[in-house]
């Protein structure tokens, strides 16, 4: 398996800080009780011989196709939400190469596991000559680019348990609510938001974190597909946009950002973009012929892949990774333009594991959707090779009285933690040699010393975290009761 990684480093300043022993609360990070993830360097001091390794998700099923009269070859911007055991699946039938009302409607499917799906005829527009369809939104602006969410908001009305927007740069966004999901009103007759692009998926949610609405949605930045984002606390009235910045890491054309909180964190945005990558052609010609590729929209001069993003709001976009996350594949036809998105929505199956999805073949008779699977937590890891390597956290703040790990280990490797003052000062009964080797593969193991002793003590008061590790991975910790 490939492993792309990134290494960081200890600034002056931070080094000064830790000799000094002046490191104090209002410096530390205050993750309290929070999982904390290592997709971003928010929690890193120093990496020495360890490195952050990015862990691709693997292809799994083919679960489902685009087979009726008003799906058709160019379905698109797709949602699944979880919802009271259910698997809700939104996304645009298009069966032709026109964005107009007679042609773009929004569909829906079920799913009880993700893998299994049923398309219900739900009566609701004649479409194409019956009501015997799955379309929950028809001859509405908005069905270029729907994009719904489950409102967990606490003050969100019944009537308005499920929210979206749609629609393109002019007129703008236009705000929707549906009670169950299935049937969709306006909000109002207006547009929401005005301020943007908005040509593909725009999505939203409402975040705890931040206790507000949060959309991120498309613009172009120096003539660059980028993303920009807008909050609002009654998904009416929007701030004006701020425009994510990826810091040093270059621009490239970001089509869809699907950025979305964790479910397990969700302080902590996660996006599976679309990186598209305008006249960089692969098929040759003849290849495109045997292929079927479409000529209606030209999609032969372009290719696309899917990038892991995040983010823990405001402006930044830290970039860590800048390879694919999912790479087009063996697969010809998803090496044209626009055949890779994937779907809004990363979904928890079963413990310890993850589902995502992605459409591919857009554009082709053949297209559908595709599961992938990954561990739980498993985007990046803390990668110790053989030899050994380490990591120093930041100072920080806790909650709880232990700490619980996701791991893995090789039957030679293992991990050890250290648990450190803000100074950097091993704890007595804490050091490295305290802690037995952990040795194995679990999402949720209790670390412990040799003295059984409780973190209690340390709670509320700076303190660092070491870790050793040996052909050993580290995806995410955890303090807890």
């Given at each position: 398996?490939?492993?792309?990684?990134?290494?960081i480093h200890?600034g002056?300043v931070?080094?000064?800080?830790?000799?000094?022993?002046?490191?104090?609360?209002?410096?530390?990070?205050?993750?309290?009780?929070?999982?904390?993830?290592?997709?971003?360097?928010?929690?890193i001091?120093?990496?020495?011989?360890a490195?952050?390794?990015?862990?691709?998700?693997q292809?799994?099923?083919?679960?489902?196709?685009?087979?009726?009269p008003?799906?058709?070859v160019?379905?698109?911007?797709?949602?699944?939400?979880?919802?009271?055991?259910?698997?809700?699946?939104?996304?645009?039938?298009?069966?032709?190469?026109?964005?107009?009302?007679?042609?773009?409607?929004?569909?829906?499917?079920?799913?009880?596991?993700g893998?299994?799906?049923?398309?219900?005829?739900?009566?609701?527009?004649?479409?194409?000559?019956?009501?015997?369809?799955?379309?929950?939104?028809?001859?509405?602006?908005?069905?270029?680019?729907?994009?719904?969410?489950?409102?967990?908001?606490?003050?969100?009305?019944?009537?308005?348990?499920?929210?979206?927007?749609?629609?393109?740069?002019?007129?703008?966004?236009?705000?929707?609510?549906?009670p169950?999901?299935?049937?969709?009103?306006?909000?109002?007759?207006?547009?929401?938001?005005?301020?943007?692009?908005?040509?593909?998926?725009?999505?939203?949610?409402?975040?705890?974190?931040?206790?507000?609405?949060?959309?991120?949605?498309r613009?172009?930045?120096?003539?660059?597909?980028?993303i920009?984002?807008?909050?609002?606390?009654?998904?009416?009235?929007?701030?004006?946009?701020?425009?994510?910045?990826?810091?040093?890491?270059?621009?490239?054309?970001?089509?869809?950002?699907?950025?979305?909180?964790?479910?397990?964190t969700p302080?902590?945005?996660?996006?599976?973009?679309?990186?598209?990558?305008?006249?960089?052609?692969?098929?040759?010609?003849?290849?495109?012929?045997?292929?079927?590729t479409?000529?209606?929209?030209?999609?032969?001069?372009?290719?696309a892949?899917?990038?892991?993003?995040?983010?823990?709001?405001?402006?930044?976009?830290?970039?860590?990774?800048?390879?694919?996350?999912?790479?087009?594949?063996?697969?010809?036809?998803?090496?044209?333009?626009?055949?890779?998105?994937?779907?809004?929505?990363i979904?928890?199956?079963?413990?310890?594991?993850?589902?995502?999805?992605?459409?591919?073949?857009?554009?082709?008779?053949?297209?559908?959707?595709?599961?992938?699977?990954?561990?739980?937590d498993?985007f990046?890891?803390?990668?110790?090779?053989y030899?050994?390597?380490?990591?120093?956290?930041?100072?920080?703040?806790?909650?709880?009285?232990?700490?619980?790990?996701?791991?893995?280990?090789?039957?030679?490797?293992?991990i050890?933690?250290?648990?450190?003052?803000?100074?950097?000062?091993?704890?007595?009964?804490?050091?490295?040699?305290?802690?037995?080797?952990?040795?194995?593969?679990?999402?949720?193991?209790?670390v412990?010393?040799?003295d059984?002793?409780?973190?209690?003590?340390?709670?509320g008061k700076?303190?660092?975290?070491?870790?050793?590790?040996?052909?050993?991975?580290?995806?995410?910790l955890?303090?807890?009761?």
């Open positions: 398996m490939r492993t792309p990684y990134f290494r200890a002056l931070g080094w000064l800080l830790l000799a000094q022993g002046m490191v104090g609360a209002s410096e530390a990070a205050r993750i309290d009780s929070r999982r904390e993830l290592f997709v971003d360097q928010f929690l001091q120093q990496l020495a011989g490195r952050l390794v990015l862990h691709p998700p292809p799994q099923e083919k679960v489902l196709e685009f087979t009726e008003w799906e058709g160019y379905c698109a911007y797709f949602t699944i939400i979880q919802d009271d055991g259910k698997y809700r699946l939104y996304y645009r039938g298009m069966p032709e190469a026109r964005h107009d009302l007679d042609t773009e409607v929004t569909c829906y499917a079920e799913s009880k596991n893998i299994n799906w049923e398309k219900p005829s739900l009566g609701l527009f004649n479409v194409r000559g019956t009501r015997a369809n799955n379309v929950v939104l028809a001859r509405h602006r908005a069905c270029h680019n729907f994009a719904p969410f489950l409102d967990t908001n606490p003050q969100a009305a019944p009537a308005q348990r499920f929210k979206a927007l749609g629609g393109t740069g002019d007129p703008g966004l236009i705000a929707l609510v549906s169950d999901g299935i049937h969709w009103t306006e909000l109002q007759k207006e547009p929401v938001f005005t301020q943007g692009a908005f040509d593909s998926q725009n999505v939203s949610f409402w975040s705890a974190a931040e206790g507000c609405y949060v959309c991120y949605f613009i172009f930045k120096n003539g660059v597909r980028w920009s984002r807008t909050t609002s606390h009654d998904f009416v009235h929007w701030t004006a946009p701020v425009n994510m910045e990826p810091g040093e890491n270059p621009l490239e054309h970001l089509y869809t950002s699907q950025i979305q909180p964790y479910t397990r302080h902590l945005y996660l996006g599976l973009s679309t990186r598209f990558m305008p006249g960089r052609r692969v098929l040759t010609e003849s290849q495109a012929k045997a292929a079927g479409s000529t209606a929209f030209d999609f032969r001069n372009d290719c892949d899917i990038v892991l993003t995040s983010t823990r709001g405001g402006g930044d976009f830290p970039r860590t990774f800048m390879e694919a996350f999912i790479r087009p594949g063996l697969d010809i036809r998803n090496w044209t333009s626009r055949a890779n998105y994937a779907v809004h929505g979904i928890p199956a079963g413990t310890n594991e993850l589902s995502i999805f992605v459409n591919h073949n857009l554009g082709y008779p053949t297209i559908h959707l595709r599961r992938y699977s990954l561990r739980m498993g990046v890891s803390v990668n110790g090779p030899t050994g390597g380490e990591m120093i956290t930041k100072p920080l703040v806790f909650t709880g009285r232990k700490l619980v790990l996701n791991y893995s280990t090789s039957a030679a490797g293992s050890r933690v250290e648990m450190q003052d803000g100074s950097g000062r091993a704890q007595p009964g804490f050091a490295l040699q305290d802690c037995p080797e952990i040795i194995g593969d679990e999402i949720d193991r209790t412990v010393w040799k059984g002793g409780s973190l209690a003590p340390w709670a700076p303190v660092r975290l070491r870790f050793h590790l040996k052909d050993a991975d580290l995806f995410a955890q303090f807890t009761e």
